[in-house]
């Protein structure tokens, strides 16, 4: 049996977390657009197999903005889309099977989107990102723990900012019923994204 990865992407993103003495010096205020270009973004999985080793993959098709309000970071968005067809776990009989009505049904369900809903600042760089997860016709609120990497001018004449997110998701609430067995209800997500600002 083969475990599989949804995300959330997602997404995604919180770039929601911004330290507020940060802003105070530099004022990261705009919309940004994930670095699809030069993919320096990833959304990645962890779920058990059998419950003796981890079996790891990716989304590599995903897209996505944030807005970052620098004086009220609670008011900051972000949203994601993610091709579920895109799954990649190094092992191309494993995807099919991913892919498939069993799992995604990727066919029926080509993208699982992402749209927040809340931010909630826990420290200077982390927050607490709430929002709203479809994957597989379902959609429910997820919550991600987010962190703020780093922000600044790039040697383009552009400005970024990255961010990383990781949420834990049981695939029962999203209608993934198939049973990998009590150590694989779970599927961890990671999530990294670079955005350009606009």
């Avoid at 990833?42 to 990716?58: A, E, P, Q, T, V």
């Avoid at 922000?151 to 695939?171: C, F, I, Q, V």
Wanted: charged content about 25%.
């Amino acid at each position: 049996m083969y475990k599989l990865f949804t995300t959330p992407v997602l997404a995604l993103m919180s770039a929601l977390m911004l330290s507020s003495a940060a802003m105070a010096a530099d004022k990261p205020a705009g919309t940004y657009h994930f670095d699809t270009e030069g993919q320096h973004q990833f959304i990645m999985f962890k779920i058990s197999h059998l419950g003796y080793s981890w079996l790891y993959g990716r989304f590599n098709d995903f897209d996505g903005t944030f807005t970052v309000d620098a004086d009220n970071p609670e008011n900051s968005t972000v949203e994601a889309t993610i091709k579920t067809a895109s799954l990649d776990s190094n092992h191309a009989e494993r995807d099919k099977h991913l892919r498939s009505d069993d799992f995604l049904d990727v066919s029926e369900y080509p993208t699982a989107t992402f749209k927040s809903t809340g931010i909630e600042k826990t420290g200077d760089e982390t927050a607490r990102i709430t929002g709203d997860f479809t994957l597989h016709g379902v959609t429910k609120p997820v919550t991600l723990d987010a962190r703020l990497i780093g922000y600044g001018d790039d040697p383009w004449g552009g400005y970024r900012m990255g961010l990383e997110a990781s949420t834990t998701l049981k695939l029962a609430d999203f209608g993934i019923t198939k049973n990998l067995g009590p150590a694989s209800e779970t599927v961890e997500i990671i999530i990294s994204v670079e955005g350009v600002r606009q």
